[in-house]
Structure formats: structure tokens, C-alpha cells
């Protein structure tokens, strides 16, 4: 094609040629590559960390019942050697059969017994032990008071310990 003054105007085909896409392709899939370990990584640890928060969630709330409702709530914590599977999970007072008293799970639908995720596991249980249930439990009672006790979790390689102090509300969170 001629333009005025009889130069010759020559149009450029516009796309990429495959080599270019191929580079382009490579380029991020090595991104992509080395960004994978570090997301799953922080899903992990965003994870562990909830399932703490989680955990301290439901003491605080067995705490808050147990005033509320006038009875005693029990956070239970089992570390599971064999199956390594550590869980948690909230039984209420029901009636006293003779000198023993009798719990059932509370029936709130969130605080079935609940796993921790691989990430987390429970190192050491400073709390007295329910041996019917196989676990260790904190009380809470209706005055407000709970037992002292400690929990220490490992996450990853760092370590969470909660303590409760005893008194409404007092709970101490290190690590």
C-alpha cells in the first residue's frame, strides 16, 4: 500500500510469538512456584492460631455459663497418644447421684468436642483428671471462681501456654 508522496507504509502483525508466551509461562510458574510453600505456610499458622483463640473462646464462654446458668461447666482436654488427635469439649453439670455429680455435654451445637488441627498439640495439662471421661478438665463455677490450672500447646515450633487464675475472667496467654 502506497501512502501520499509514495511511501510505502508496511503494517506489523500485533500478537506474541510462542517463544515469548512460553518465557512469559515459564516466568510464572517459577513465581507461582515459590510463592506456593509460603502460602500454605501461613495457612497453617493462621489456622493453629485460631484453633488457640477457639480454645480460649470456649473457657471463656464455660465460664460465663456457669454464672449464668447458676451449675458448673467443665472444659475437658484429652491428649490422645496413639491417635495424636488432642480435642476439647464442654460438659454441664446435671445432678448429683449420691455423692458423685453427673455432667452431660452441653448441648449448644459449637461446642461438640472439638479436634485440633495437626499443627497443634497439647505438651502439658496442669488440671485435675476425670477418669471416667479419660481426660483432664478446668471447672468453671457459678460464683464466678474456676480451677487453676495450665495448658500448654505446641504450634509448629512455638509454644502457647493459658492459664486461668481462678477468678471471673482471668486468663493468662503467653507465648
Given at each position: 500500500m ?29 513465581l507461582?512456584a ?12 493462621m ?6 483463640r ?5 473457657m ?97 515450633r ?18
Open positions: 502506497k501512502a501520499r508522496g509514495g511511501a510505502e507504509v508496511v503494517f506489523a502483525r500485533a500478537g506474541f510469538s510462542l517463544i515469548e508466551l512460553m518465557v512469559v509461562t515459564a516466568i510464572i510458574a517459577i507461582a515459590s510463592i506456593a510453600p509460603m502460602f500454605v505456610d501461613s495457612v497453617k499458622s489456622r493453629a492460631d485460631r484453633s488457640v477457639d480454645l480460649l473462646n470456649v471463656k464462654y464455660a465460664q460465663e455459663r456457669a454464672v449464668a446458668d447458676g451449675v458448673e461447666y467443665r472444659v475437658y482436654l484429652s491428649k490422645d497418644r496413639k491417635t495424636r488427635r488432642n480435642s476439647y469439649w464442654v460438659m454441664r453439670f446435671a445432678k448429683m447421684d449420691g455423692f458423685e455429680k453427673v455432667f452431660f455435654r452441653a448441648p449448644e451445637p459449637y461446642l461438640r468436642k472439638t479436634y485440633f488441627p495437626k499443627e497443634i498439640e497439647i505438651d502439658r495439662i496442669a488440671a485435675r483428671k476425670d477418669k471416667e471421661e479419660g481426660a483432664q478438665f478446668i471447672a468453671f463455677y457459678a460464683n464466678g471462681a474456676c480451677d487453676y490450672a495450665t495448658v500448654a500447646l505446641r504450634k509448629n512455638d509454644r502457647v501456654t493459658i492459664r486461668t487464675k481462678g477468678r471471673l475472667g482471668q486468663f493468662d496467654v503467653a507465648g
